[in-house]
């Protein structure tokens, strides 16, 4: 019998990218009293988790409208009927909301998601308030409303009936071509000028796409919506964000060229935010996917932000500073001339005028129908 120890499997690190998700990093939640860093010591018991499956659970919170006074948006108003987003878009800006639910905004952001199964009656109550004044509501400000599960929860479809009923102004952001299953509904809004839809693009590469957002809809999937929406009659518009310097705005007039040629109205175009914890996300990121370009493309937002990766000031967040940013703008300006379209701004600006507030108990029938 032999005394030798027998040779040990050479360590296994956890995998540089999960399938279908759009960061391995899952740091401790910002308000934990403790913080845990995974360190490799050799002694792998198992094999990682590659595919870590999506975990359903209840926003129990009693508010379904958010607002908000900040002076650079252009609405005071949203509703996200999911919290968190399957999409895994690893540049979203509202990953770092996770933490204020004791999770992470890493891995946890994009499988750990919430939702309100009473969210059309929350809103309901909310417009039947006395004092409610009705102004566009914005779904899709936070998170994705059409993201992978509302095709099996159906929360943004019920929200969109509510509105109807009360003649409610509702502009829609998202990147997913599920909001074609809602055109009758978006149609009826349309015909009162109650609705736009705001399809984002952030690429036409489909290689970059999938490594930036890989449960989107592919760019070209995602033209194909807004030629849909606009031969429907819906006011659709394009937002080419985040424009990430260095790595996406060589696409910018392309995707410009294309909104217009599927027959899209408008367009916009946000510099990429990296607040808090987003920052060494995306840092990790570009580093395990584009090593070669990484430091520049920091390099280039650095260069946009006066030095740090983010800044937070009103009237700059949106847009950035310096040379790099204005000759972004520049170009995207050109752009939109070149191509007959208005400014995103302007699909914000719907009408309130039929608004009417809805009966809190549906059942009940409306003294006017």
Same mark, same amino acid.
């Given at each position: 019998?032999?005394?030798?120890?027998?040779?040990?499997?050479?360590?296994?690190?956890?995998?540089?990218?999960?399938?279908?998700?759009?960061?391995?990093?899952?740091?401790?939640?910002?308000?934990?009293?403790?913080?845990?860093?995974?360190?490799?010591?050799?002694?792998?018991?198992?094999?990682?988790?590659?595919?870590?499956?999506?975990?359903?659970?209840?926003?129990?919170?009693?508010?379904?409208?958010?607002?908000?006074?900040?002076?650079?948006?252009?609405?005071?108003?949203?509703?996200?009927?999911?919290?968190?987003?399957?999409?895994?878009?690893?540049?979203?800006?509202?990953?770092?909301?996770?933490?204020?639910?004791?999770?992470?905004?890493?891995?946890?952001?994009?499988?750990?998601?919430?939702?309100?199964?009473?969210?059309?009656?929350?809103?309901?109550?909310?417009?039947?308030?006395?004092?409610?004044?009705?102004?566009?509501?914005?779904?899709?400000?936070?998170?994705?409303?059409?993201?992978?599960?509302?095709?099996?929860?159906?929360?943004?479809?019920?929200?969109?009936?509510?509105?109807?009923?009360?003649?409610?102004?509702?502009?829609?952001?998202?990147?997913?071509?599920?909001?074609?299953?809602?055109?009758?509904?978006?149609?009826?809004?349309?015909?009162?000028?109650?609705?736009?839809?705001?399809?984002?693009?952030?690429?036409?590469?489909?290689?970059?796409?999938?490594?930036?957002?890989?449960?989107?809809?592919?760019?070209?999937?995602?033209?194909?919506?807004?030629?849909?929406?606009?031969?429907?009659?819906?006011?659709?518009?394009?937002?080419?964000?985040?424009?990430?310097?260095?790595?996406?705005?060589?696409?910018?007039?392309?995707?410009?060229?294309?909104?217009?040629?599927?027959?899209?109205?408008?367009?916009?175009?946000?510099?990429?935010?990296?607040?808090?914890? #987003?920052?060494?996300? *995306?840092?990790?990121? &570009? /580093?395990? $996917?584009?090593?070669? +370009?990484? !430091?520049?493309?920091?390099? %280039?937002?650095?260069?946009?932000?006066?030095?740090?990766?983010?800044?937070?000031?009103?009237?700059?967040?949106?847009?950035?500073?310096?040379?790099?940013?204005?000759? #972004?703008?520049?170009? *995207?300006?050109?752009? &939109? /001339?070149? $191509?007959?379209?208005? +400014?995103? !701004?302007?699909?914000?600006? %719907?009408?309130?005028?039929?608004?009417?507030?809805?009966?809190?108990?549906?059942?009940?029938?409306?003294?006017?129908?």
């Amino acid at each position: 019998m032999s005394d030798q120890i027998p040779e040990q499997p050479a360590p296994r690190p956890p995998p540089a990218s999960l399938r279908g998700r759009g960061t391995n990093m899952n740091p401790d939640s910002r308000y934990d009293a403790h913080s845990r860093h995974a360190v490799d010591d050799g002694w792998w018991q198992s094999e990682p988790d590659t595919d870590p499956r999506t975990e359903l659970g209840i926003d129990a919170s009693r508010s379904i409208i958010s607002h908000n006074d900040s002076p650079d948006i252009p609405f005071d108003r949203s509703v996200n009927p999911y919290r968190g987003c399957e999409h895994g878009c690893v540049y979203c800006y509202a990953r770092p909301t996770h933490a204020w639910l004791g999770l992470s905004p890493g891995l946890d952001f994009e499988r750990r998601l919430f939702h309100k199964p009473d969210a059309a009656a929350q809103l309901r109550r909310a417009l039947a308030k006395p004092d409610y004044r009705p102004a566009t509501l914005v779904l899709g400000a936070n998170t994705d409303p059409y993201q992978p599960i509302e095709r099996r929860l159906g929360s943004t479809r019920a929200i969109l009936e509510v509105l109807l009923e009360a003649r409610h102004p509702v502009a829609i952001t998202t990147k997913s071509a599920l909001v074609l299953r809602d055109l009758p509904l978006l149609r009826e809004l349309a015909a009162a000028d109650l609705v736009a839809v705001q399809m984002s693009i952030t690429t036409l590469d489909a290689e970059l796409a999938r490594r930036l957002e890989p449960r989107a809809a592919s760019p070209q999937r995602r033209l194909r919506a807004v030629e849909d929406l606009a031969n429907a009659g819906i006011p659709t518009g394009v937002l080419v964000s985040p424009l990430i310097p260095g790595l996406t705005d060589q696409d910018m007039e392309a995707i410009v060229a294309a909104a217009a040629a599927a027959g899209a109205v408008r367009a916009g175009a946000l510099l990429v935010r990296l607040p808090l914890e #987003l920052k060494d996300l *995306f840092s990790d990121w &570009l /580093r395990t $996917h584009y090593p070669q +370009r990484a !430091d520049k493309v920091l390099s %280039l937002i650095r260069q946009c932000r006066d030095g740090p990766l983010n800044a937070a000031a009103f009237g700059e967040r949106m847009t950035g500073t310096g040379p790099v940013a204005a000759l #972004l703008q520049q170009r *995207f300006g050109l752009a &939109l /001339r070149r $191509h007959a379209l208005a +400014r995103q !701004d302007s699909g914000w600006q %719907l009408s309130a005028k039929a608004f009417r507030a809805p009966a809190v108990d549906p059942r009940q029938l409306s003294l006017w129908d």
